[in-house]
Structure formats: structure tokens, C-alpha cells
């Protein structure tokens, strides 16, 4: 059973930063791309963040572009999300999905919530102002 834990949330001032981690475990997550979502209350889930299992194609949404990074450890099965400069409009709960690298994914499907099947419970990022 595959397995997605995310780590790292929290309260912090406009400003400050904060590391999102997702643990994966349960199979073998070769060729499989990660994304970080988020929703915030009342609001849609939204894309924030997503990169191919090389690591070499990453994709930002435009309100993070400049203040966020998504990296991988695949020794670990762990991706990251790197959060600097974070703005009270950041704050939701942020997740972490996974799923197979197919045809598509770079070009078309690496921001849609559909494409991926596995997700993680997530984790409560609140900046406060």
C-alpha cells in the first residue's frame, strides 16, 4: 500500500520559511513524478508545485515562482518543498501526490489533481501578518 506522509507545516510570520517534506514508502516510486498541492478554507485545491522523478523538470505555479522550490532525495523516497518569503496568502493545507510519470505529464498533466492517485494527509502552513 502506497504511502505519502507530509512533515514540516506550522505557523510562521510573513517572511519567514518553512521546508515541507513527504516521505513516501509502500512500493518502489521509480519513474513516478511528485507534485505539492494546496487548499486553503473555502478555496479550490490548487497546483503549487511538481518535478519529474530526474529531478530535471520542475514546474512552479506563478504566485510561487521566486519564493518556492521543489526538490527530491530518491535514495530517501522524500520530496521537498522549499518555502521563503511566505505570504499570508500562503497559508492552507498543503499536499503531497505522487504518481507514474506517463506520456502527457510534462507537457499537459503535471499541474492537474486528477492525474495523481496517491496523496498524503496534509500538513497545516499558516503565515501569519
Known amino acids: 500500500q502506497v504511502q505519502l506522509v507530509e512533515s514540516g507545516g506550522g505557523l510562521v510570520q510573513a517572511g519567514g520559511s518553512l521546508r515541507l517534506s513527504c516521505a513516501a514508502s509502500g512500493r518502489s516510486f521509480v519513474n513516478y513524478a511528485m507534485a505539492w498541492f494546496r487548499q486553503a478554507p473555502g478555496k479550490e485545491r490548487e497546483f503549487v508545485a511538481a518535478l519529474s522523478w530526474s529531478g530535471r523538470t520542475t514546474f512552479l505555479a506563478d504566485s510561487v515562482k521566486g519564493r518556492f522550490t521543489i526538490s527530491r532525495d530518491n535514495a530517501k523516497n522524500t520530496v521537498y518543498l522549499q518555502m521563503n518569503s511566505l505570504k499570508p496568502e500562503d497559508t492552507a493545507v498543503y499536499y503531497c501526490?505522487?504518481?507514474?510519470?506517463?506520456?502527457?505529464?510534462?507537457?499537459?498533466?503535471?499541474?492537474?489533481?486528477?492525474?495523481?492517485?496517491?496523496w498524503g494527509q496534509g500538513t497545516q502552513v499558516t503565515v501569519s501578518s
Open positions: 501526490a505522487a504518481d507514474r510519470e506517463r506520456s502527457g505529464w510534462a507537457t499537459t498533466y503535471y499541474s492537474g489533481i486528477y492525474y495523481y492517485n496517491y
